[in-house]
C-alpha cells in the first residue's frame, strides 16, 4: 500500500492567497483526519470525516478555514484567504473501523506551509 | 476534556543508556494510548498502543503499559541507538467509537554516539 498521500509536501505562498492542500488516504479507510502542526500548539486536530461526512470540525480555527471530501479517496483542505499564523505542517491521516473500533490512524507525510 | 502531558524536552542520551519519557493523561471513560514518533521531515508513525488497562503495547525495543491507576503510559527502551533520535508523542483516542487522537506536545530525544 502507497500509504496516505499528501500535496504538495511543501507550498509558500503570500498573505492573502487562497491555498489549498491535498489528500488521499489508504485504500478502504472509512475516517479521515486533518491535523496541524505548530511548535507552539503542537499537534492539534482540525477535522475528521467518516464516510466522506464531516463528523466534527470543532478544530477549524476560523471561517478562513473549509475541508471537503468529495468521494473516499480524496478530501481538501482550503485556507482563503492565507494569513502568516497560518504557517505550519499539516497532516491528514486515517483510519478503517472494525467490529465497531477505529483504532490506529496512519499519518501522510504532511505538507509544510509558508505564509509570507 | 481530554488532555496528554509528557515531559518536556530536549532529552540527550548516550547510546545504550536506558529510556524512560513520562506520559500522563486525562480522559473521561476508558481511552485508548498510543505513542508515535516522527523523524526528522517526516509524518508520525505509529509505534506502539495499548487499548485496555494493563495491557502492554511493544515494538522495536520499546514498551509502555497503560497503568489505569496513575492514569499513565510511560515510554521506555533498554539500551537506545543513535537511530531512535525522533520526536516521541503520546497520544489518546478517548474511545467508544470514532474521534481525532488528542497529542501531547512531544518530547524531542537526542541519542549521542
Known amino acids: 500500500d502507497a500509504g496516505v498521500i499528501q500535496s504538495p509536501r511543501h507550498e509558500v505562498t503570500e498573505m492573502g492567497q487562497e491555498v489549498t492542500l491535498r489528500c488521499k488516504p489508504i485504500?478502504?479507510?472509512?475516517?479521515l483526519f486533518w491535523y496541524r502542526q505548530t511548535m507552539m500548539r503542537g499537534l492539534e486536530l482540525l477535522i475528521y470525516?467518516?464516510?466522506?461526512?464531516?463528523?466534527?470540525d470543532s478544530g477549524m480555527p476560523e471561517d478562513r478555514f473549509s475541508a471537503k471530501m468529495p468521494n473516499a479517496s480524496f478530501s481538501t483542505l482550503k485556507i482563503q484567504p492565507s494569513e502568516p499564523r497560518d504557517s505550519a505542517v499539516y497532516f491528514c491521516?486515517?483510519?478503517?473501523?472494525?467490529?465497531?473500533?477505529?483504532?490506529?490512524?496512519?499519518f501522510g507525510p504532511g505538507t509544510r506551509l509558508l505564509v509570507l | 476534556g481530554n488532555s496528554v502531558t509528557q515531559m518536556e524536552g530536549p532529552v540527550t542520551l548516550s547510546e545504550e543508556a536506558f529510556l524512560t519519557i513520562n506520559c500522563t493523561y486525562t480522559?473521561?471513560?476508558?481511552?485508548?494510548l498510543f505513542w508515535y514518533v516522527q523523524y526528522p521531515g517526516e509524518g508520525l508513525q505509529l509505534l506502539l498502543k495499548?487499548?485496555?488497562?494493563?495491557d502492554k503495547g511493544s515494538n522495536k525495543g520499546f514498551e509502555a503499559t497503560y497503568r489505569k491507576e496513575t492514569t499513565s503510559f510511560h515510554l521506555e527502551k533498554g539500551s537506545v541507538q543513535v537511530s531512535d533520535s525522533a520526536v516521541y508523542f503520546c497520544?489518546?483516542?478517548?474511545?467508544?467509537?470514532?474521534?481525532?487522537?488528542?497529542f501531547g506536545k512531544g518530547t524531542h530525544l537526542i541519542i549521542q554516539p
Open positions: 491521516a486515517s483510519s478503517f473501523t472494525s467490529t465497531g473500533n477505529q483504532e490506529t490512524q496512519y
Open positions: 485504500s478502504g479507510h472509512d475516517y
Open positions: 470525516f467518516n464516510n466522506n461526512v464531516p463528523i466534527d
Open positions: 480522559a473521561t471513560g476508558y481511552p485508548s
Open positions: 495499548a487499548t485496555k488497562a494493563d
Open positions: 497520544a489518546l483516542n478517548p474511545g467508544g467509537g470514532a474521534d481525532g487522537l488528542t
